[in-house]
């Protein structure tokens, strides 16, 4: 136990190191190389540097890309794109508003047709950049959906779900339906604690159920992208990793609840506690405490 809490803790600090080179950090975290455009199936892959993961799909008729990390990352990956392809970005795609997956959004201005996003995701993008004062720094969706929306982009067919609110209320599915693979965005922390950024409407009871219904709504052989992922653990995986945050979801809905009626005080748990009970391979982090308190404040709302 003393020689994974250690590992743990190292786990955080390089996380946050900047000190260590990109390559080191990026290859025991991801199974990937940053600045790599990781084929996955078809011609869709995916790209790493810093942030939440990118999604790509590149054909002769088409390019498709999902999320952008921050401004100097997506400069990155257009230059990428360019070594591939003569196309612009025929489709811009964000699976919600924070930073780390639509900052990058500005170095498209000029190089994207269409940039589409769930309504509620929009909205944050725009909320969040004027509480900031950037909002000339950002590039915003100029289409929205509420429910459904697929558009036919080369030889692929992109198809986006929303399915209620979960890290956020407005986190979009992408389907790119040929590849069968799906875009989770921040739905997915694979082994890693999420953020749950309850001030955009986040809802954990919801995400449960959320990624049960991704899990009916896709097949077996789809292969799914992750926002995230803990030290050692991939960003892409299969149902199987969706229904693990789903039981990871539930035991921490589970264990607060039970230290509730103990009568802890919320202070007192988030002091006491590392790592979820049962769910010790969750790596903790800077998002703990907000774990603890998310599911504190549902729990006493319901
Ligand atoms: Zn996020």
Redesign the pocket.
């Known amino acids: 136990m003393s020689t994974r809490r250690t590992f743990l803790k190292q786990g955080g600090l390089l996380a946050g190191a900047s000190l260590l080179p990109m390559h080191h950090i990026m290859a025991e975290v991801m199974g990937i190389e940053a600045g790599e455009m990781k084929p996955l199936r078809r011609n869709v892959g995916i790209y790493m540097e810093r942030g939440?993961t990118i999604g790509w799909m590149i054909d002769k008729e088409g390019v498709i890309v999902i999320d952008t990390q921050f401004p100097d990352q997506a400069k990155n990956l257009i230059g990428k794109i360019k070594e591939k392809t003569d196309r612009q970005v025929d489709l811009l795609i964000n699976t919600?508003h924070?930073g780390?997956?639509s900052g990058g959004n500005i170095a498209f201005k000029g190089f994207v047709k269409q940039i589409v996003a769930h309504t509620n995701s929009k909205f944050h993008q725009e909320r969040v950049a004027k509480e900031r004062g950037t909002l000339e720094k950002n590039l915003l969706p100029d289409t929205t959906y509420d429910t459904n929306w697929s558009k036919k982009i080369g030889g692929e067919t992109v198809s986006l779900h929303y399915f209620g609110a979960g890290?956020?209320s407005g986190d979009t599915l992408i389907h790119l339906e040929n590849a069968n693979v799906v875009h989770m965005g921040?739905l997915m922390f694979n082994h890693r604690m999420p953020?749950i950024d309850a001030v955009a409407g986040a809802s954990i009871k919801n995400w449960i159920k959320l990624l049960k219904q991704a899990r009916r709504t896709f097949d077996k052989d789809t292969l799914y992208i992750f926002?995230h992922a803990g030290q050692g653990f991939e960003v892409t995986g299969s149902a199987a990793d969706l229904k693990e945050m789903e039981i990871y979801l539930k035991k921490l809905l589970k264990y607060v609840k039970k230290e509730q009626k103990k009568g802890t005080s919320l202070e007192q748990l988030k002091e006491k506690t590392e790592l979820i009970p049962k769910a010790e391979d969750w790596q903790g982090g800077r998002f703990k405490n907000v774990n603890l308190q998310v599911a504190w404040d549902e729990l006493k709302q319901a």
């Open positions: 939440g919600h924070h780390d997956h890290h956020t921040d953020n926002g």
